[in-house]
C-alpha cells in the first residue's frame, strides 16, 4: 500500500436498506479517493454498518470493535454506521475509544465531509467530554442529528456489487412508531425520493445493463413524491415502464398504506414481479393493536383478497412476530388460522424480543423464551407443509427465470422466477449470468422449485 493510498474494510450487517445504504458508502468513498480493500488488516479505515433488529445487537458490536481493536495499528481509523451507531451514539466512543466515526443512516449524505475532517487531528465531538476522551488525541467524529431532515442519501457513486440487479431507495425513515420497532428512532422520519429521480437513476441502470430493479424503503408504499407528481403504485408502473428494465420489485409494503391501485398496477404491467411481501406480524387483532400495526385482521385480509382477485397469480410472502408480551394461546391459533386462510408462498417468523426505547420494553406479561420456541417452530411447520403444497402447483409448468448463479457441486444453475422462488435447474447449454430463460418445473420443496431448461 503506497504511503499515502486511502484505503477502506466495510462490514455489514442488517436489512437490504443497510446492505443498499452499504453500496452508497462504498461509492462515496471510491468518489473520495479511497480504495476498497478485502481484509481488515489491509484497511485504513475500517467501518462496520451495524443492525439494532435483533436481540442482543449492541453487545454484538462492542464485541466485533473489541475484535477489530486488537487489529489497531497506528494510524488505523474505525467508523460506526447504521441503526446501532445512531442509537448508542457517543456512548460508542466512551465503551470503544479507538473509534474515530460514529454516523446514524440520516446522516450519511454528510459522510464526503466527515471524511475530509477524518484526515485532520480535531475533535469534532460536539458534547462536554471526560477528559480521558479530550486527553486521547484520537480524531472523534459525529452524524447523529439529523433524524428529523427532509434530506435522503443520494449520490451519484453507488457501487452496486450485483451487475443484473439494483436497488433503488424510495423511501427513507419510518413514522409509523409500531411498539416493538427500533427504526423510527434510528432512521429518523419518512422522506421520499421526487420520482423524477428515481426514474433517472432507473434509466442510468437500465442504460448500465440492469434489468431488474428493486424499490427500498423501511415502508415504500408510504411513499409521498415530494413533488407531488406520482404516487406509489404511478412510480412503480412508470420504473416498469423504462426501456430495458424487464423486472420490479419493492419492499417492504405496510398493510395501512397498501391500496388495491398497487394490486391494478402489477396486473396491468408485466415488468412488475408476481410478488408482494406483506408483513402481517400477528393474526390477532388485539395482538396487532398492543403492536401498534394500525389495522386489524379484516383490514389485512381485505388486502389480501385483491391480491388473490388479481389476473395475475401473485405470490405473497410475510412477516410474523411469535411471542408478544400478551400475546395467549388463542391469540397465536389466530395467527395460525390466518397463515391457512392466506396460503402464504413464504413466511420470515422471529421470537419477540425487546428492543431499547422502543414502547413495548414497559410492557409486562413477557412469554417465556422455551414457548416463544415452541410457537415459532411449531408455525414453522404448519407454514412448511402450505408452502410444500404452494410449490407442488408448479409443477409441469414452464417460468422464466433470471439466471442468478451457478452452483458447480450440484451441476445446476441457480434462478429466481417472477414469484421471488428460487427455481434450479439443468441445462445442457451454457447460460450467460443475468439471462432470462424458461425453465420446465419437475419437482417442488417448501423452499425452492427444481427444473430444466425448456428451450
Ligand atoms: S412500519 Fe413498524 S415495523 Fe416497519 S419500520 Fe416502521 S415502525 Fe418498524
Redesign the pocket.
Known amino acids: 500500500m503506497a504511503a499515502t493510498e486511502k484505503t477502506f474494510y466495510l462490514e455489514t450487517f442488517g436489512c437490504q436498506m443497510n446492505a443498499h445504504d452499504s453500496e452508497k458508502v462504498v461509492g462515496t468513498l471510491i468518489s473520495e479517493g479511497y480504495r476498497q480493500v478485502e481484509t481488515v488488516e489491509e484497511a485504513g479505515l475500517v467501518l462496520y454498518n451495524t443492525c439494532s433488529i435483533r436481540d442482543k445487537a449492541e453487545q454484538k458490536v462492542f464485541h466485533r470493535l473489541a475484535d477489530y481493536k486488537k487489529l489497531q495499528k497506528e494510524g488505523k481509523k474505525f467508523g460506526v454506521l447504521g441503526c446501532v451507531a445512531q442509537q448508542e451514539g457517543h456512548k460508542i466512543f466512551e465503551r470503544a475509544p479507538h473509534v474515530s466515526l460514529v454516523c446514524g443512516s440520516a446522516s450519511y449524505w454528510k459522510l464526503p465531509g466527515m471524511l475530509a475532517q477524518l484526515d485532520t487531528d480535531i475533535i469534532r465531538d460536539d458534547r462536554p467530554r471526560s477528559s480521558q476522551l479530550a486527553a486521547d488525541g484520537l480524531v472523534r467524529i459525529t452524524g447523529l442529528d439529523d433524524r428529523q431532515t427532509d434530506k435522503c442519501f443520494e449520490t451519484e457513486f453507488t457501487a452496486r456489487t450485483n451487475p443484473h440487479r439494483g436497488y433503488i431507495t424510495i423511501i427513507e425513515g ?5 411498539s ?5 428512532f434510528t ?1 429518523g422520519k419518512e422522506r421520499s425520493r421526487t420520482s423524477e429521480s428515481v426514474l433517472a437513476e432507473a434509466q442510468r441502470m437500465a442504460d448500465l445493463g440492469y434489468t431488474e430493479i428493486q424499490l427500498l424503503g ?2 415504500v408504499n ?1 411513499y409521498k413524491d415530494p413533488a407531488g407528481k406520482k404516487s406509489f403504485a404511478e412510480l412503480l408502473d412508470a420504473v416498469g415502464r423504462v426501456p430495458g428494465i424487464r423486472r420490479v420489485r419493492f419492499t ?1 409494503s ?1 398493510p395501512r398504506d397498501f391500496g388495491k391501485d398497487i394490486v391494478d398496477a402489477i396486473d396491468s404491467n408485466q415488468a412488475l414481479c408476481d410478488h408482494v411481501h406483506l ?1 402481517v ?1 400477528s393474526g390477532s387483532t388485539r395482538m396487532l393493536d398492543a ?3 394500525l389495522y386489524t385482521r379484516d383490514q389485512y385480509l381485505e388486502r389480501i383478497s385483491w391480491m388473490k382477485a388479481a389476473k395475475r397469480d401473485i405470490s405473497i410472502t410475510c ?1 410474523v412476530i411469535v411471542g408478544f408480551p400478551g400475546e395467549t394461546e388463542h391469540d397465536f391459533e389466530e395467527t395460525l388460522s390466518l397463515l391457512d386462510e392466506v396460503q402464504y408462498d413464504g413466511v420470515f417468523a422471529f421470537k419477540y424480543s425487546p428492543r431499547p426505547n422502543t414502547p413495548a420494553i414497559g410492557l409486562d406479561d413477557a412469554i417465556p423464551d422455551a414457548e416463544k420456541s415452541r410457537r415459532l417452530n411449531f408455525l414453522l411447520e404448519r407454514q412448511r407443509s402450505i408452502q410444500q403444497k404452494r410449490n407442488q402447483k408448479h409443477l409441469g409448468e414452464s417460468v422464466e427465470v433470471m439466471v442468478e448463479s451457478r452452483n458447480e457441486a450440484r451441476a445446476q444453475w441457480v434462478g429466481r422466477t417472477t414469484q421471488n422462488k428460487t427455481l434450479n435447474f439443468t441445462s445442457d447449454r451454457n447460460l450467460e449470468l443475468g439471462s432470462y430463460v424458461p425453465v420446465r418445473v419437475t419437482t417442488a420443496f417448501p423452499n425452492s422449485l427444481v427444473g430444466e431448461l425448456a428451450i
Request: glycine residues 0%; contains cysteine; proline residues 9%.
Open positions: 419510518c413514522d409509523k412508531f409500531c416493538y420497532c427500533v427504526v423510527p432512521r423501511q415502508n408510504s417492504t405496510h408483513p406480524q403492536m401498534q400495526r412477516d
